[in-house]
Nanobody
Framework: QVQLVESGGELVQAGGSLRLSCAASGRTFSYSGMGWFRQAPGKEREFVATITWSGGSTAYADSVKGRFTISRDNPKNTMYLQMNDLKPDDTAVYYC?????????????????WGQGTQVTVSS
């Protein structure tokens, strides 16, 4: 099993930037497809971004496309989410997730390991 720990969430003003990190241990990180999801109060968990094991392919939710960038550093067992031009609607708990197999996926049910989440709050 892989263990995931997110960090980097904080309170930021609209228009600002944050970089989230997801540190992995356990199962070989470099063979895992990875993703970022978020959950706002009263809403279901939603897909944000995903990346293949090599980092060669990524996908984004329409709501973050052009503003967020997912990346990974396999030697460091770490994945990142660079978030620019943040909006109040981006306020949520952000979760990183890992899946067996190296492909990317937009479906939460395809991931078998989750972090505890990090809070991102964007003030207007």
């Amino acid at each position: 099993q892989v263990q995931l720990v997110e960090s980097g969430g904080e309170l930021v003003q609209a228009g600002g930037s944050l970089r989230l990190s997801c540190a992995a241990s356990g199962r070989t990180f470099s063979y895992s497809g990875m993703g970022w999801f978020r959950q706002a109060p009263g809403k279901e968990r939603e897909f944000v971004a995903t990346i293949t094991w090599s980092g060669g392919s990524t996908a984004y939710a329409d709501s973050v496309k052009g503003r967020f960038t997912i990346s990974r550093d396999n030697p460091k067992n770490t994945m990142y989410l660079q978030m620019n031009d943040l909006k109040p609607d981006d306020t949520a708990v952000y979760y990183c997730a890992a899946r067996r197999g190296g492909s990317a996926s937009t479906f939460p049910s395809s991931y078998d390991a989750w972090g505890q989440g990090t809070q991102v709050t964007v003030s207007s």
